[in-house]
């Protein structure tokens, strides 16, 4: 327990000195812009670590759940536990996020520290980890594009289907399953079971957020197309007009 005592204080150190770094080389960009760099690179390499765990150490979630952990799930766990202590203290200082991005944060902090502290379904937890911070980076590449003035181009466009996509596939879809064979094993203790599936709930409310935003977007996309191709029928049919009366 030592030794995941003093990883914790390393994680956490290394997060909050990268952003302090960060804020140090981009002085003239806002905290939450470098808080939010953090935050992109947090969620590239534990998707990465995730990956890695579940794909070619073969340690799957939807069969191997409530197992003891391994030194690298501990290793993995700990490195996000860190980020999510120095993240959590981030936003509630600067008043940053509503209520369910908070309520996410202290699920996933709950979550990370019993399994540690009771050292098993690492397997389970990492599994959840990587369905979620693998749509992390699209949102935050979406943030800084809409701050750079990028965000109506086709990377823009590109990397929000990707980001609806990505949540509806693998959060609610491939985290329907999971919440499934979670609760339908008798490895996992109840601990584990409840805490994911307050995860899946918050997930829900974001994916309704998410929703609301892509029928509004897509609709209005498509009534802009309906509008641009009538104009372009209108234009075709009055120069074929125009040509068949000089003949």
């Not at 749509?135 to 590109?158: A, D």
């Not at 596939?169 to 999971?178: A, E, M, P, T």
């Not at 064979?181 to 805490?195: I, M, Q, S």
Request: glycine letters at 10%; proline letters at 2%; one cysteine or more.
């Amino acid at each position: 327990m030592a030794e995941v005592i003093l990883g914790l204080l390393v994680s956490g150190l290394l997060w909050v000195c990268s952003y302090r770094a960060l804020c140090l080389l981009n002085s003239r960009c806002s905290a939450e812009w470098n808080c939010r760099l953090v935050t992109a690179a947090h969620g590239v390499l534990i998707t990465c670590l995730s990956y890695k765990n579940g794909f070619i150490d073969n340690r799957w979630p939807f069969t191997d759940p409530g197992l003891p952990n391994t030194q690298y799930e501990v290793q993995i766990i700990v490195l996000c536990l860190g980020y999510f202590m120095f993240d959590f203290s981030w936003c509630v200082y600067h008043g940053t996020e509503g209520i369910v991005m908070l309520t996410h944060h202290c699920a996933s902090i709950f979550g990370l520290t019993a399994a540690l502290i009771l050292g098993v379904s690492g397997t389970d937890v990492i599994g959840v980890i990587f369905g979620a911070e693998l749509t992390n980076p699209f949102l935050q590449l979406r943030w800084f594009l809409k701050e750079t003035g990028r965000y109506h181009t086709l990377l823009g466009e590109i990397n929000d289907f990707l980001f609806i996509s990505l949540f509806a596939g693998v959060r609610i879809g491939v985290g329907g399953y999971f919440f499934y064979t979670e609760w339908t094993n008798d490895r996992p203790l109840l601990l584990f079971k409840v805490g994911g599936t307050l995860l899946y709930i918050v997930s829900w409310v974001f994916m309704l957020q998410i929703g609301r935003f892509a029928i509004r977007k897509y609709s209005r996309m498509y009534r802009e197309w309906r509008v641009k191709s009538s104009s372009h029928k209108m234009k075709v049919s009055h120069s074929n007009g125009a040509f068949n009366h000089v003949k």
